[in-house]
């Protein structure tokens, strides 16, 4: 951990944190417990955000200190009375939204804390590990030299970070010290890890089951059921009264597919069109995302492609074998069920001719 990070956040009196659009649980959790520990050490904290957590977070200690940026008269003077700013689990102006001109803007020293790949360069200072679990690991890092500060509170919030930010902790950056600053966050915090669990996931609402049903019956398999894909219109989610965080979690299903190693979900949204990329081990998704305007790590990125979501699936999809080693992709090759339909319709014809 860069000590100048952690003796410059300990000096700052008046400190904005802000994170990312959309903000997950490893943002939220990140940047509360961080605030929260920067308090306890006499500083004036402002949470300043583009939007709104998902319902299922909405329980996260402190959440109701948070302020989603509108612009006001006092936000903008507490941007610009602050100083120090703190960018945390993202390294893009635009990934803050509406408030990220602001922030970006702003005559504070701004320091990066994050795990993202090829940050920009607007950053006074920063604490990037792209190998690191999440950005709470990161938080964990700066605030382990005064574990004694870690209560129940900071605990929930960086178990949450990392917790959701490492799927469960199985993807590949969870390594034994991972699981160490699990334990102690259990025994400090006197946390139930069950508790944490259920009041993430298991909230579903009867309409978001039912948009998965849906959906999984879209995945489409190419390249020898290397690549898997599904296409989610606007339309499905009206049908089955779906919410807007409801479709968190379906490119993970793709990726549970034997043989599956890359996966991708294409979602349409009012001003266009969502795909998220997912992919397993030396697979990297990283290039194909930001060919379309994204980017993010190796096994997980995003981007937002202004085009109907029928012209954005095509797109994608073809451009795949240009950024990924996949084998021949055989669309002649008709399925089990379909060779036996055009045999029937076959024989059916030389009945009647
Ligand atoms: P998701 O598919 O969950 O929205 O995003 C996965 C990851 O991709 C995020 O953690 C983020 O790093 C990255 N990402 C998602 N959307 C975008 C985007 O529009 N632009 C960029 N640069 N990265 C994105
Ligand atoms: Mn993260």
Redesign the pocket.
């Known amino acids: 951990m860069p000590t100048d990070v952690r003796s410059r956040l300990l000096q700052a009196k008046s400190v904005v944190l802000t994170t990312h659009v959309s903000p997950d649980g490893d943002a939220l959790g990140s940047v509360l417990a961080l605030g929260r520990y920067l308090e306890g050490r006499g500083a004036r904290v402002d949470y300043i955000l583009s939007d709104e957590p998902a319902p299922n977070l909405d329980w996260l200690p402190g959440i109701d200190d948070l302020q989603f940026f509108d612009g006001s008269l006092r936000q903008r003077e507490a941007i610009a009375a602050a100083d120090l700013i703190v960018i945390a689990d993202t390294n ?1 102006a635009h ?1 803050l939204g509406s408030v990220g001109d602001a922030i970006r803007n702003a005559s504070a020293e701004k320091i990066l804390i994050d795990h ?1 790949p090829a940050p920009e360069g607007w950053f006074d200072r920063s604490f990037v590990r792209e190998t690191a679990s999440s950005t709470g690991e990161l938080i964990y890092d700066l605030i382990e030299p005064d574990t004694d500060r870690i209560d129940a509170a900071i605990a929930t919030l960086l178990y949450t970070a990392i917790m959701t930010d490492t799927g469960s902790f199985r993807y590949s950056h969870v390594t034994p010290r991972v699981h160490r600053i699990i334990a102690d966050l259990i025994e400090r915090g006197g946390l139930n890890p069950d508790d944490i669990h259920a009041a993430l996931y298991d909230t579903r609402s009867i309409n978001s089951l039912r948009l998965l049903g849906r959906a999984l019956e879209r995945i489409t398999l190419l390249h020898g059921g290397v690549l898997g894909y599904m296409a989610l219109p606007k339309s499905i989610m009206q049908d089955v009264g779906a919410q807007k965080g409801d479709t968190e979690g379906l ?1 993970n299903q793709i990726l549970s597919i034997d043989g599956v190693q890359v996966a991708v979900f294409f979602h349409e949204i009012d001003k266009g069109t969502k795909v ?1 990329f997912r992919s397993r081990g030396d697979y990297s998704v990283t290039r194909w ?1 930001q060919a379309f305007g ?4 190796r096994n ?5 492609i202004t085009e109907p979501l029928e012209q954005v699936v095509p797109r994608v999809i073809a451009a795949a074998p240009n950024y990924l080693d996949l084998p021949p992709d055989n669309e002649a090759e008709l399925s089990d069920e379909d060779q036996a339909y055009l045999s029937e319709m076959l024989k059916l014809k030389s009945q009647t001719t």
């Open positions: 893009a990934r993202h490119v998220s995302a994204g980017g993010g790590h997980a990125s995003g981007a937002f």
